[in-house]
């Protein structure tokens, strides 16, 4: 079990981070998530895993749910 | 690892949510369990390990709030209310006290010492005194005259009229010395000490209202708790833990064992007990299984529940509760103050008559000056000194000595309905009976009862279902605990089956074991048919295939209950119970608690539009009650008392919290609340009724300037000692 912290941008009230919590809870292999919000600015995204997450697919989520992954 | 509890302050929430991303941001730091409250601003923190506050406040700051560390010492002795309002205590009654001892004493008077009683009087009746005059022309705008404008009013004038005589007549004279005769004409009166003490006094009482009022909030904090905000979400086979919030519906969710059901949904695998009693009121958990349908607030009281949320958020039974709650509360009128209702008739009526007196005097005399002074001097002494002092010193005496039985009063518009409460609606669980089932009787067939009791706990052992609790606990209070049961196998919502020795024991729903072939002996029968008829949950047991006894399980009445009713009847309040629960098992707790009227089963709507009914048929209502099934009716209530260990939102509805579980410590709530509104009236009697005894002497032309420091004194002394008698109340 492992925690990666992921900054994350567009989030600007709890309704995006319930949005964005639920688009990694989907993401395989995630077993946790909360998120530390910082509103119009660059927000932490906590995921916990059991193996190492998938980047990519965690991306590709986050940006479906209309919102960015910042590397 | 260390095991620490911390306690922040926190600055910057401005709602709810803001409460929530500060949980979320210290529920991130590791080892840490959090609990912000928005209305207390305070954050409670438990933390396992090395954190320590700074990695706390850093959090919080990330955030975009404020926090800083509590420490000990400013929980237990209460941080200063308002600065500024302290400000205007300290500095006006610093002031005030040398104004008092030279206007009194004329050993103390100088040369000039009236110039100095000016200077020192004019910022307490200026800065000091600035938020009476405020509400006061604020009221004049409306036409309204409250405390404020006889306050505001009398030291204003006494200020005045005082400066006049300084600067206009022979008063400011340096050299002059005040008499102080107490009856007849003092052509040098001065009234600097009355305008100094007045406002000194009232700020004092405004000071130790705030304070009851804080000291009230503080002890409700303490028994608040929030609820757990996190949801586990299956997720393709994947157990993934989430803010609550993101559930949709649709979503399926794990409920592990002791959690909170996070939305309304329905049972998809799985079987459990589901402990609704703080939602619906219905005391014993309900066995729950695939398609039942939960309601989210309640509590997981056995396995684990993979469920399907069919409601969230807005849409779910717990919202729509509080927003009923939410409509009641805002349809409840704020009661006046009793000092403003007596304000309302007494300040136009001196006005009257200081008016009338000066034109009386200025027809019969033609002195303007002395008409004046007629008319000064009656504005002047019918502002009563211990005003302001007669409702918070009766309110402090009152709430402390309720805070030491467990009896928090919120303000003192609570009093006044507990004066003229007719009906009070008690509710049934948590509130008559205990909330917890318990093992009231066992019948057998050939074996003792102690080897039923023995048998059916040592097979239910394991599991977690309220009832078998109910038989454990039973065996241990009979000391008939011994080692569990082999080989038990547990067949959910029907029972459990294990091996003592050569022994088969099964212990479960009798319809459970009449389906397999047990023969019911016809005693047992009857007892069964008589326990369901009056309510009582059923425990069969059986021995390889005979049944040999059964035990009878239900929630029972407290102990105070009973003692509870009659005090309450004697105080002339007639009881009715509601209960969620079904009409036998309510009559049953009735009869024997003594209450004739009965409403079973209600729904919390049903409760709510009870409490309506009988206020609209003009009965004063008090309601008691614990769950979030009450609250609506607790809001809705005249007066709403909520029993300790209730949940957060009917403490939030409620007028008067009981601590205690002991019920009778509800009618000592109503007593105590009756004995401190009677303590606020006899203060007020006496505040107002030293200076209105004055007021003839006044419009006689005959007021010497000592008779306002005397009518001070007295309503002052009074009104201490009167309210410090609160302090030797009884509890039964």
Known sequence: MSTTDFGVTGLTCNHCVMTVSRAAALVPGVTGVSIDLVANGQSTLHVESDTVVDTAALEKAIDDAGYELVH | ?732
């Open chain 2, 1 to 732: 690892m260390p095991s620490t509890h911390v306690d922040l302050a926190l600055e910057g929430m401005t709602c709810a949510t803001c409460a929530g991303r500060i949980e979320g941001a210290l529920a991130t730091v590791p080892g840490v369990t959090a609990t912000v409250n928005f209305a207390t601003e305070r954050a409670s923190i438990d933390i396992d390990g090395v954190t320590d506050a700074t990695d706390l406040i850093a959090a919080i700051t990330k955030v975009g709030y404020g926090a800083r560390v509590i420490d000990r010492d400013e929980r237990e002795t209460e941080p200063p209310v308002d600065p500024v309002l302290t400000a205007r205590v300290v500095v006006s009654l610093g002031l005030a006290v040398p104004v008092l001892l030279v206007s009194m004493f004329p050993e103390l008077q100088f040369d000039g010492f009236q110039w100095l009683a000016a200077a020192l009087t004019t910022p307490v009746v200026t800065w000091a005194a600035w938020p009476f005059h405020r509400a006061a022309i604020r009221n004049a705008r409306h036409g309204a005259t409250t405390m404020d404008t006889l306050v505001s009013l009398g030291v204003a004038v006494a200020y005045l009229w005082s400066m006049y005589a300084l600067f206009f007549t022979m008063a400011g004279v340096i050299g002059m010395r005040m008499e102080m005769p107490l009856f007849g004409y003092a052509p040098h009166a001065l009234y600097f000490e009355s305008a100094a003490v007045v406002t000194a006094f009232v700020l004092l009482g405004r000071l130790l209202e705030t304070r009851s009022k804080r000291s009230a909030r503080e002890s409700l904090t303490a028994l608040l708790n929030t609820a757990a905000k996190s949801a586990v979400l299956l997720v393709d086979g994947r157990e993934v833990s989430v803010p609550a919030g993101a559930v949709q519906t649709g979503d399926v969710v794990v409920v592990l064992p002791g959690g909170i059901v996070p939305a309304d949904g329905t049972v998809i695998e799985g079987a459990s007990a589901i402990d609704a009693s703080a939602v619906t009121g219905e005391s014993v958990p309900v066995p729950v299984g695939p398609g039942s349908k939960l309601i989210g607030g309640t509590v997981n009281a056995g396995g684990r529940l993979v469920i399907r949320a069919t409601a969230v958020g807005a849409e779910t039974e717990l919202a729509r509760l509080t927003r009923m709650v939410e409509e009641a509360q805002a349809g409840k009128a704020p009661i006046q103050k009793l000092v403003d209702r007596i304000s309302r008739v007494f300040v136009p009526l001196v006005v009257a008559l200081a008016i009338g007196g000066g034109i009386l005097w200025f027809s019969a005399t033609l002195d303007v000056t002395r008409s004046i002074s007629v008319a000064v001097t009656t504005l002047v002494i019918a502002c009563p000194c211990a005003l302001g002092l007669a409702t918070p010193m009766a309110l402090l005496a009152g709430t402390g000595r309720g805070a030491r039985s467990g009896i928090i009063i919120r303000g003192t518009d609570v009093l006044e309905s507990t004066r003229r409460v007719t009906t009070i609606i008690l509710d049934k669980t948590g509130t008559l009976t205990s909330g917890h089932p318990t093992v009231v009787d066992v019948a057998v067939d050939g074996v003792s009862p102690d080897t039923v009791v023995s048998s059916a706990a040592r097979v239910e052992m394991g599991t977690d279902h309220p009832l078998a609790r109910a038989v454990v606990a039973e065996a241990t209070t009979r000391e008939l605990m011994a080692e569990t049961a082999k080989d038990v196998t547990v067949e959910p919502g029907r029972g459990v089956t294990g091996s003592l020795g050569s022994l088969r024991v099964r212990a479960g729903s009798l319809e459970w074991l009449v389906e397999s072939g047990t023969a019911v002996p016809s005693a047992l029968a009857v007892a069964a048919s008589t326990w369901v008829a009056a309510g009582r949950s059923i425990v069969a047991v059986a021995h390889d295939d005979r049944l040999v006894g059964i035990i009878a399980v239900s929630d029972v009445v407290k102990p105070s209950a009973i003692e509870a009713i009659r005090a309450l009847t004697k105080l002339g309040i007639r009881p009715i119970m509601a209960s969620g629960d079904a009409r036998a098992v309510a009559d049953l707790v009735a009869r024997e608690v003594g209450i004739a009227e009965v409403h079973a089963p209600f729904s919390p709507s049903d409760k709510r539009d009870l409490v309506a009914r009988l206020r609209s048929e003009g009965h004063v209502v008090a309601m008691v009650g614990d769950g979030i099934n009450d609250a609506a009716a607790l809001a809705e209530a005249d007066l709403g008392i909520a029993m300790g260990h209730g949940t957060d939102v009917a403490i939030e509805s409620s007028d008067i919290v009981v601590v205690s579980r002991d019920l009778r410590r509800v009618s000592d709530a109503i007593r105590l609340a009756r004995a401190t509104l009677g303590t606020i009236r006899g203060n007020l009697v006496w505040a107002f009724g030293y200076n209105a005894l004055a007021i003839p002497i006044a419009l006689a032309g005959l007021m010497g300037p000592a008779i306002a420091g005397i009518a001070m004194a007295l309503s002052s002394v009074f009104v201490v000692a009167n309210s410090a008698r609160l302090s030797a109340f009884r509890t039964s």
